[in-house]
């Protein structure tokens, strides 16, 4: 799977969109671009993930250039409880009987501030 | 709650002491992984199951480490002779299988060896 690239911390004002981008330079065809976060102390938590096409749920925005090499995922409004670590995670689709399990990286902290 | 579960939230033990988990997967879902999670590091892969097979361990478990998933549904994650290495926040994520394969991670286990 695709190697990403996050900035370590961001900061972002409470009620204001937060971007956060993800580089994956190496990324294949076939791959996708999951994004999870993770809130202090809880299991990861699923927000969006895309192949080409940007994409939009009630949670978040992703945003994937033409190329692929990247991509960034947009938190409309954020509040306070969005302060987490977000991970950036390219995978290869899944098959029958294969493990595709999720290679996580260091991940951006996202602090969102009053 | 239909979400992944996971018990116990947290366990203390003693150095050399045998541990085991539990992981109630989301009813559907076919796969489930374990993941180990130490402190301020990413989730790392262990173990897999589609259905009851284990499909796919991870070099991270070592031969003190056993998973099975009796009938395709719950899953244990026993750890035997505990290590203080063993300390750790341990994971389970089920999904259902195909291309694009969405893993549901559970709150998790914290375990500390003393």
């Known amino acids: 799977d695709a190697k990403t690239t996050q900035p370590t911390s961001m900061d972002c004002a409470e009620g204001r969109a937060a971007n956060l981008p993800c580089n994956h330079s190496?990324?294949?065809?076939?791959?996708?671009v999951y994004w999870y976060r993770q809130i202090h102390s809880q299991g990861p938590q699923y927000i969006i993930h895309?192949?080409?096409n940007n994409e939009t749920n009630e949670m978040a925005s992703l945003i994937i250039t033409e190329d692929r090499k990247s991509s960034t995922l947009i938190l409309p409004h954020a509040t306070l409880r969005d302060t987490a670590v977000y991970y950036c995670?390219?995978?290869?689709?899944?098959?029958?009987?294969?493990?595709?399990?999720?290679?996580f990286g260091s991940g951006t902290q996202l602090t969102v501030l009053p | 709650d239909t979400g992944v579960s996971q018990d116990p939230r947290h366990k203390i033990t003693k150095r050399g002491q045998n541990v085991t988990f539990r992981c109630d997967p989301i009813?559907?879902?076919?796969?489930l992984y374990w993941y180990r999670q130490t402190l301020g590091q990413g989730p790392e892969f262990l173990t897999y199951?589609?259905?009851?097979?284990?499909?796919?361990k991870s070099r991270l478990l070592s031969d003190r480490f056993s998973a099975e998933r009796p009938k395709g549904s719950f899953s244990t994650l026993e750890i035997q002779r505990t290590e203080q290495g063993d300390s750790a926040m341990y994971l389970c994520?089920?999904?259902?299988?195909?291309?694009?394969?969405?893993?549901?991670f559970g709150p998790g286990t914290r375990l500390l060896v003393l």
């Open positions: 009813s559907e879902h076919n796969r």
């Open positions: 994520a089920s999904s259902f299988g195909r291309t694009e394969e969405t893993q549901y």
């Open positions: 895309g192949l080409k």
């Open positions: 199951f589609q259905n009851e097979a284990q499909l796919e």
């Open positions: 190496t990324i294949s065809g076939n791959e996708y």
């Open positions: 995670i390219v995978r290869v689709g899944g098959s029958a009987g294969s493990a595709r399990q999720l290679t």
